[in-house]
């Protein structure tokens, strides 16, 4: 230990010794779990599949970071809690992503930087982006060992609000705000990414949640002719467009129907009905439903419409949606529809978890880059979850709370002439489930 070398004042003394604390450890990382999630990314060859949809403008003999490893850095950054291409300056040398890259910790090349990941990002065009997001299906496809019966698709869109002067931004009354409006579809049973997209910051209307389904699930239906597929959304998604898409196309939906005095007038018996009997039981609540055959205007056939209504003390409430699926009006509403709710938790991990409303591009096309490198990232930590066993706690925990315990691990690296030597903290308070999933995501589980 180097006597000269300065150390943080400030700290209290413990049991009469003062507490001496220097920056000369030597070669140490704080991220050490980012190997295994390199190893994942290795298993599901994200970087490798994003990489093939671009065009290296480059002179090859002048290249010193690939295209799949700076895609690599970026999306292992963002798994690691630094969203920011601000973060590959002081992590370039960083002794775990070096490794988790493909270079050696010591006497390896340093990673890029800032600048060159900032025009990695403003590299894409259209026609890549395309590839990009039918790419990210292939991965959504290959990432089941069977050809499933059944997949639930649960499409909705979040705020993410501008920063400044950028394409695509516009004010939303709802929010307050300027903002994009991405359209975020998640397969419900397994959690995984389907697809994200970025887009204005209005309500779809009916072309366009047509035509994403129409892409979206015309990738799918390529890979597997045959699969049943159901499609739920709220009522921004419940266009007459996107129903006959769905009708036309065998595909399953179930969507939300906003009310309207027509609608209202077709349950009004039946919502007096249940306020008297809540008045007549004394309950807290009554709950009730109701199927008829409805058709708007804008409609060129009738659907099958379900209510529900409520009465508490706070009144009566009719709630309304519309489908093309058998079963009960109650199974339908609790069952099948009111269970995308979990959906919100999906965007959460995608938006709170892994920050991926850092979208401050001036360009629509980086933004839209930007959203598919955080999805792989979503990848990553998802993988890494599934890979837990399934009545293990971390099988339920939020990517933060992953991230914090397999992720942000203090590690002494040393690089030696036949090995490299990474010396992890004997008071590890997660040893065992570290190495569980170490050796789970080296092989499939």
Known sequence: MAEHAPFLPGLSPVRGKPVHVTFDGGRLTSDAGVLVLAEIERRLEIAERLA?????????????????????????????GYPDANDCDPLRIDPAFKMAVGRLPESGRDLCSQPTMCRLENLPGTVALKRMMAAMVELFCDSFEEVPRRIVLDIDDTEDRVHGQQQLSLFHAYYDSYCFLPIHIYEAVTGKPVAVILRPGKTPDGAEVALVLRHVIGAIRRRWPRVDILVRGDSHYGRPEAMAWCERNRVAYIFGLAGNQVLLRRVAGLAEAVALERVASGTAKVRRYAEFAYAARTWHAERRVIARIEASERGADSRFIVTNLPGTPRWLYEEVY????????????????LASDRTSC??????????????????????????????SFWRDAQ?????????????????LATRIKLALPCSYAYRQSFTLLAARTARPP
């Open 362 to 391: 001036s360009k629509a096309t980086a933004n839209q880059f930007r959203l598919v490198l955080h999805t792989a990232a979503y990848w990553l930590l998802h993988t890494l979850r599934c890979s837990a066993p399934k009545r």
């Open 399 to 415: 990517f933060d709370t992953l991230r914090l315990a397999f992720i942000k691990v203090a590690g002494r690296v040393t690089e």
């Open 338 to 353: 009111c269970a995308r709710g979990q959906a919100e938790n999906l965007i959460k991990a995608h938006k709170l978890h």
């Open 52 to 80: 093939r949809c671009l065009t290296d403008p480059r002179a090859p003999e002048r290249v010193c970071h690939t295209l799949a490893e700076m895609i690599r850095f970026r999306v292992l950054l963002i798994a690691a």
